[in-house]
């Protein structure tokens, strides 16, 4: 079964940075790749996603996401971030299986 | 467009208790999941459902159970719940099994 990883649990940023979120999966075949948002209280909401096609994937909120398969990696970016977008932010892959979801990065921009 | 409701939103109930969380879509998508939300976790697949009738086992499916009689209905029931099954709790759907999946608002179970 696929595995995900996203490398950093607590992002701290101050508003107009820039973010890049990191998501590693293991799988040798053929995934669909999503990420998602979680806002406080709220529940999970699609931001992107790559089927097939353009590796660079543009998403809701300015987000995009690049996949490149030779690193099995699907990061998230955002070139400014607004303190609206403090958040938890899901990776998630499937394979032949199930959707398998990252552990999740929580972000906080400060106003 | 009332997409997915789940219900209770909130739940406290005892060790060994029986509890049944609710699930109901009205986009008429043939697959329901149901998952677990924990710390450190992320989400994780309990249970999912291809159809009416057609029910899986996920990566965590102990101690619950789930029933699909109706296509727009997929409960949740923990038989005898434990400390251990606190937790929120989403259900998604999704129209095909590999395809993006849609969720609930949760439901915040406290086993005490």
């Known amino acids: 079964a696929q595995s995900v990883s996203q490398h950093n649990h607590h992002v701290i940023l101050s508003e107009a940075a820039s973010l890049e979120l990191g998501c590693n999966y293991s799988y040798g075949g053929t995934v669909n790749l999503f990420w998602y948002v979680q806002y406080p209280g709220q529940h999970l909401q699609l931001l992107l996603k790559y089927f097939s096609g353009d590796p660079l994937v543009k998403g809701i909120k300015g987000f995009e996401a690049e996949f490149i398969k030779s690193k099995f990696s699907f990061n998230l970016r955002k070139p400014s971030v607004q303190w609206s977008d403090t958040a938890e932010y899901f990776c998630?892959?499937?394979?032949?299986?199930?959707?398998?979801f990252g552990a999740g990065t929580r972000l906080t921009v400060k106003p | 467009d009332a997409g997915i409701t789940q219900s209770p939103r909130y739940k406290i109930t005892e060790t060994g208790r029986q509890v049944t969380l609710m699930c109901h879509q009205t986009?008429?998508?043939?697959?329901m999941f149901w998952y677990r939300q924990d710390l450190g976790h992320g989400l994780r697949l309990i249970y999912y459902s291809a159809a009416a009738d057609i029910t899986d086992k996920g990566e965590v499916p102990d101690g619950y159970v789930v029933s699909r009689s109706k296509t727009e209905n997929f409960p949740l029931t923990l038989e005898s719940a434990t400390r251990s099954q606190t937790s929120v709790y989403f259900c998604a759907s999704s129209e095909l099994r590999l395809d993006t999946q849609y969720f609930g608002p949760g439901t915040r179970l406290t086993v005490l």
């Open positions: 998630a892959v499937q394979g032949n299986n199930d959707m398998r």
């Open positions: 986009w008429s998508h043939s697959y």
